[in-house]
């Protein structure tokens, strides 16, 4: 009996719960509907974004991606950065799209993602790694070529013109230049009895470093690693046939070619005389010794490496260019803007892009960013000079002697690829210990790139 | 004859109720089961039989049947680091079950003696396995730092005049990478531990009074009883080990022939701008299959050892 009780209670449980079930689905089904046609309403207002904003009276939001998260007390130029940024929105703040910064640590991964996903961010100042190919591909990025041509900003974009041209399009503008040089203590060049004319030639450099070593107060020639895969750069740079290949993407013909072994034997022999002690795969791992302990002669780093130096070692720091007065400029990654936006949102991108390459903002990054800025307008001597900062001044000079280089090459990263540029840097740390045989491995170094490059 | 069938009838009702029940309940569990981790690995292996690079990133391409094996083509005869990086995560997983687990095992037999201060060297133990494997590849970057790491001066005293950085010389690197994560064992010695502490006080003074005391009742009493737990950890060790990533990340990014699996994938999804994805699926899928193996060879070995000890009773 008291089974057929409970079976007919589980009996009537279970029947309550399949109504309320078929209840909830009905309700369900209402629901789904209204969801329905709130994903149609949603596909409408992607269609007529505009329309949509101001039948409902909201504004549209221009999201701006970018990696100057850090505090000013860790990175002060991030600040002066954001302030840069702020000040675009701050004047844009009456207009029907809001400007909206975002700061973040993670930016690569978030338009990795997206892009995976299909989609591009609004905006973004994209890292090291530039617009990546596989956006492009999908014709997810914005061509700013059109915009510059037509509103003269050829100067104001500067190298960004030339080094960013993709088949006559332009889908990224870097508002400053990576540029590089070499950095070198006078005070330890003195000690050791040599001068500036080290940097005439590489045999000149590699025996300068000799004498560097041989002071044996525990100071050492340079950082080598990743700083000295620029010494590949520059090498290649000092032929046409280099120049050329530097350009253009990795091909067997270049992996197998002349120049590309002297240049890579090159660097890997100064290496191995510098000693592995003294290589690093991030030039940040040893780059106090130079900047704050004075205990290294050379710094392969970027004319920003201005306002790293200890205010102790201003006077005796100073910039140079590669020998064969060569320079590595680079526009890198830069402002890109996502295709198929509404016209409001995109004219506020392309407004952001001209603000961002002003001389007014370029000026601002100069000198309280203390980066190189891309607009080829500025006299940076001028500037420097009215700053009366010495940081300022040194970075002038840095600025201007990489702009002035006879030679000016991009850096082989942006162009045949991070991984290969990872795979030469580690080549080269390993090529620094001891006793390594450098041909043997510039062969499988060789081998390697045919690989990643298939 | 008429009852028996009604009984029969009854009892089959009854087993067609109970598996609708068990269904039921496991439903939820199977869904998400499905959704989170037999949809990606379906998927993973799908599209590791796809081109699917910076050129469709959207879309795989099937490759058809006749190229079917282009991207395990690439991984196994072109690209340059993964036969190192198999070779390394195969040797650190045979480490980690190798090395570890006994290493973990003494330090949790030596954690249940019920001496003085026990607690508090047992507390001490666990602080340093709450670093995350991130830092402390920063912390052992530090250690083995040839102008101010301790490691170089300890080397100079066998070795006059030596200068070198050991994370760039073939062989030490791959030392100084497995040191660098083998002794960090916090999680495994408290499995153990956990399980020396539920050993029944009987058993103990029974084997007392056998005569087995100390190392003895270790030994023939307490490690036979962990065994399940034993092989939990191993299985656990090993493949955490063949999945090494933070370690060669921080510590050489993969120079001086220190590449692992999980590194490799890395460098062909992210690192690479031609965006590799269905190559890194290809290589996931080697991952997850070696993964298995690794699962039935520790199950076989202890089963193999439990056998063993059988016969000699």
Known sequence: MRKKLISILLATAMCGSMLAGCGSNNAGNAVEKETESAAETAAASEEAPEAEASQTGEKEVLEFYHGYYQD????????????????????????????????????????????????????????????????????????????????????????????????????????????????????????????????????????????IRELGDGSYGYIAGQGSSFIINAVMASSENGRKMLESELTEEVINSDEFA???????????????????????????????????????????????????????????IFPGDISIASAGGGIAVANGMSEAKTELALEFVKYMTSAEVQEKIFTEVQANPCNMTLDLNALAEGSGNAATMKLAEACSQVNNAGTIVIDMGYTWGSDVKSAIINALMECAVSGTDIDARFELLQKELVALIG | MAGLQTNKKKKNKLGMRRTGFIMAFLAPTLLVFCVFYLYPIVTVFATSFCKWDYTNITSP?????????????????????????????????????????????????????????????????????????????????????????????????????????????????????????????????????????????????????????GLKQDWYIVIPMIKGTLKTVSTLAATSGFLIYNEVYFLTKGAAGTYSISYVIRELAISSPRTQFGRANAVAVIQILAGMVIIVVVNLLYSMNLGKKRIDR
């Not at chain 1, 000693?275 to 920003?304: K, R």
């Open chain 1, 262 to 320: 002297e240049a890579f034997k090159t660097a890997a022999k100064l290496d191995q005389e510098n000693g592995s002690e003294h290589t690093t795969d991030d030039n940040g791992n040893l780059m106090a010794d130079f900047n704050t302990n004075g205990t290294v002669g050379v710094l392969f780093n970027g004319v920003w490496n201005a306002s790293g130096i200890d205010a102790s070692l201003t006077e005796a720091i100073e910039p140079v």
């Open chain 1, 72 to 211: 000013e007390s860790e990175w002060a130029a991030a600040q002066a950065m954001r302030d840069i940024y702020d000040e675009f929105a701050n004047a844009h703040a009456d207009g029907s799209v809001t400007f909206k910064p975002i700061a973040v640590e993670n930016r690569d991964d978030i338009v990795s993602v997206k892009v995976a996903g299909g989609s591009f961010p609004d905006i973004v100042d994209a890292g090291g790694g530039g617009v990546p190919l596989a956006a492009i591909q999908q014709n997810l990025v914005y061509d700013l070529k059109p915009y510059i041509d037509e509103n003269n900003l050829q100067d104001a974009v500067g190298i960004n013109y030339t080094q960013h041209d993709q088949d006559g399009h332009i889908y990224a503008v870097h508002d400053q230049i990576e540029s590089r040089g070499l950095w070198y203590n006078a005070d330890v060049f003195e000690k050791a009895g040599v001068s500036a004319d080290a940097f005439s030639d590489w045999a000149s450099f590699g025996e300068a470093m000799a004498k």
């Open chain 2, 61 to 213: 391409e099937f490759f058809g049947f006749g190229n079917l094996w282009d991207n395990y083509n690439y991984i196994f005869n072109k690209y340059p680091f993964f036969w190192e990086a198999l070779r390394n995560s195969t040797t650190w997983a045979i480490l980690g079950a190798v090395v570890q687990i006994p290493i973990a095992t003494l330090i949790a037999l030596a954690l249940s003696r019920k001496v003085k201060g026990v607690k508090w060297v047992r507390n001490i133990y666990i602080v340093p396995n709450m670093i995350s494997t991130a830092a402390m590849g920063i912390i052992f970057l530090q250690l083995y730092n040839p102008s101010y790491g301790i490691i170089n001066p300890v080397i100079r005293l066998f070795k006059k005049g030596f200068s070198d950085n050991i994370l760039l010389l073939h062989g030490p690197a791959f030392v100084a990478m497995t040191c660098a994560y083998i002794f960090f064992t916090g999680t495994t010695t408290l499995m153990i531990l956990g399980n020396i502490m539920a050993v029944p006080e009987e058993v103990r003074e029974a084997a007392m009074l056998d005569g087995a005391s």
